[in-house]
């Protein structure tokens, strides 16, 4: 496990980087391979910690997971499987949440640890309790974990008071085995959403409307094992793009898809980029230096509050002043102390940050307090004179397959540090 990274600026970046399978799909990929009896298998699998957590919290039910390649995956689930998510794998991964669903529509009752806070707050998951009830599960809480059974899921018309991605995701696996339709309304329009409604479909269920406010589902009585091809990950593409665009330089980042950061990409082309989609993936021209813009996040199709600390980061070296609004989790600007050490000029007040952009940084011993904004500072140190080391760089490995081989493959000065 990498601890410590160290960046220096290296001037612009050239050649070609490929982007790897989506971090927030696979999770519920592999979530949803409880549904259904046999051998799954998964392609484009990244190779990060995460989801070497979730193969650990399936392993702990009774599946078997395995690596077939070097991003292929199998996993086979098992006549009988053991319904509960024990408190120190949901500690490690708060997305562990997503098997409530699946394991209450296969096995009718799941036993599964609460998930505490983190770094960006509280996050509840009152919306996954009510639109599960709302389905037919009957909850109780003790001893810090729900339980939850239900003799038959019925599907029902569930309305979200949040386009809650996770809500949205639990709703749909356990609406595919209940009997009649169920009707997600105000749900979350992300690409992942889509992503596990095609693999759902691909396991024989009925899911349209997926990647729109209105996903149907018409249940079916089983679903069989499948095989499926997770999405490129837009946010570790973001994060490329934001290196290129801070230190500038001319690279191909492979199989990056604008139809699915198309706000983002607007942004950045505000900022004084050139981004095109070509067939292999984005062609993206970084300027001598960015422009400033103001930045809100929004549920998708807005800008990405994942994006943010990468943005944060681009601002901080850009021309102008730019003001960064978070509307979707509170308290997710703490790596922003971490920039200030390295010479930014940032002031947050509540959900808002301003960010004077400066010709340059100054490299410094800084601390990743999360995966995406471990992945800002290591941006931000392309224009740190000197050098940057990032502690804590085991965050950035939960999100991010090959950092350090993959950055310097487009030129950027980067070692494991210890
Ligand atoms: C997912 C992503 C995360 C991303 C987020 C928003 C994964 C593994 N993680 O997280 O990277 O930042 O979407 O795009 O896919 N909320 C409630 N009650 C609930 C559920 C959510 O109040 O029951 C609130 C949250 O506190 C937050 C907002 O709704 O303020 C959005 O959360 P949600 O969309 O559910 O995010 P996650 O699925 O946890």
């Not at 190779?47 to 395995?66: C, F, W």
């Not at 998708?300 to 730019?322: E, N, Q, S």
Request: proline share 5%; aromatic share 4%; charged share 20%.
């Amino acid at each position: 496990m990498v601890h410590s990274l160290r960046i220096r600026p290296g001037g612009a970046l050239h050649g070609r980087i490929r982007v790897g399978g989506a971090k927030n799909s696979v999770l519920k990929l592999m979530a949803a391979t409880i549904l259904a009896r046999g051998t799954h298998v998964l392609h484009n699998v990244p190779r990060i910690s995460d989801v070497d957590y979730m193969a650990e919290l399936l392993r702990s039910m009774g599946l078997s997971v395995q690596w077939l390649g070097p991003d292929s995956m199998e996993i086979v689930r098992p006549d009988a499987i053991v319904s509960e998510a024990p408190y120190e794998l949901v500690e490690r991964m708060r997305a562990s949440i997503v098997v409530l669903g699946p394991l209450l529509a296969s096995e009718g009752m799941a036993r599964v640890a609460l998930p505490g806070g983190d770094d960006f707050g509280p996050r509840p998951i009152d919306m996954h309790l009510r639109a599960l009830e709302d389905l037919g599960v009957r909850f109780t809480t003790s001893h810090g974990f729900v339980e939850a059974t239900t003799d038959q899921l019925v599907g029902a018309n569930l309305l979200l008071e949040f386009p809650s991605v996770g809500a949205t995701e639990n709703a749909m696996m356990a609406g595919v085995l209940a009997t009649g339709t169920t009707v997600i309304d105000n749900a979350a329009r992300e690409p992942e959403i889509a992503d596990l409604a095609n693999f759902l479909n691909a396991m024989g269920g009925s899911v349209t409307g997926a990647g729109s406010s209105t996903v149907v589902i018409e249940g079916v009585t089983s679903l069989h094992p499948a095989t499926h091809e997770v999405i490129p990950d837009r946010i570790e593409a973001a994060t490329f793009l934001a290196a290129i665009g801070v230190a500038g330089g001319e690279v191909v980042v492979e199989r990056a898809r604008i139809d699915h950061m198309e706000m983002l990409v607007t942004k950045l082309v505000d900022m004084g980029m050139t981004i095109d989609q070509t067939p292999e993936g984005l062609a993206v021209c970084g300027p001598e230096r960015l422009r400033s813009v103001d930045v809100a996040t929004l549920p998708y199709p807005g800008i990405a509050t994942d994006y943010k600390p990468m943005l944060v980061a681009m601002l901080a070296t850009a021309d102008g002043v730019g003001i960064v609004t978070e509307n979707l989790f509170a308290g997710r600007f703490r790596y922003i102390d971490e920039l200030v050490r390295m010479g930014a000029d940032i002031r947050t007040e509540g959900h808002h940050a301003v960010v004077r952009g400066l010709p340059q940084l100054s490299g410094a011993p800084v601390k990743a307090p999360d995966i995406r904004a471990g992945a800002a500072l290591a941006v931000a140190a392309l224009a740190a004179e000197g050098e940057t080391i990032i502690s804590g760089a085991d965050h950035i490995e939960r999100g991010y397959e090959h950092f350090v081989d993959k950055l310097s493959g487009i030129g950027v000065d980067i070692a494991v540090a210890q």
